[in-house]
């Protein structure tokens, strides 16, 4: 028979498990602006202006360019991402919309569901080019960590 263990002494070890397999890396690039993976494009993400906040659905924007600061226009970007740490996406389903002006296109749907560490990964194709970009966040009650 096995020993009964309390909740609390479950919580307190998944809490201590969290806490040192859980901590973010320390060489996270959280710029919020770069060259895709491969160099192909420039890519920008701006959050929204109030800052998105936990378990409220916001919008984000994609600034996407060539290498000579050229608007990228017409291109599909597709979306995905979440905690890296935790193993699991976002509650939602974010997604590229629409483009509202020469290579600004809107991501809707995103949501952030706790604290922590999140990854953006946008899958970029113009024309016969295509490449990828990858974002680090780190939210905080207080906010994006820059």
């Not at 608007?71 to 979440?82: E, H, I, N, R, T």
């Not at 953006?120 to 974002?135: E, N, P």
Request: proline residues 8%; glycine residues 10%.
């Amino acid at each position: 028979m096995l020993p009964r263990i309390s909740s609390a002494v479950v919580a307190a070890l998944a809490g201590a498990l969290c806490l040192t397999g859980c901590a973010t890396p320390s060489d996270l690039d959280l710029t919020l602006q770069h060259p895709s993976q491969q160099g192909k494009f420039v890519v920008r993400m701006d959050p929204p202006a109030t800052g998105p906040a936990i378990n409220q659905m916001h919008t984000w924007q994609v600034r996407l360019s060539a290498r000579d600061g050229t608007p990228v226009s017409q291109a599909k970007v597709a979306f995905d991402g979440g905690m890296p740490q935790h193993g699991h996406g976002f509650p939602t389903r974010p997604r590229v919309t629409r483009e509202v002006s020469p290579g600004v296109y809107v991501l809707e749907g995103m949501k952030f569901s706790m604290t922590g560490w999140w990854d953006m990964r946008l899958a970029i194709q113009s024309g016969d080019v295509s490449d990828t970009a990858v974002f680090n966040v780190i939210l905080t009650d207080a906010g994006l960590t820059r």
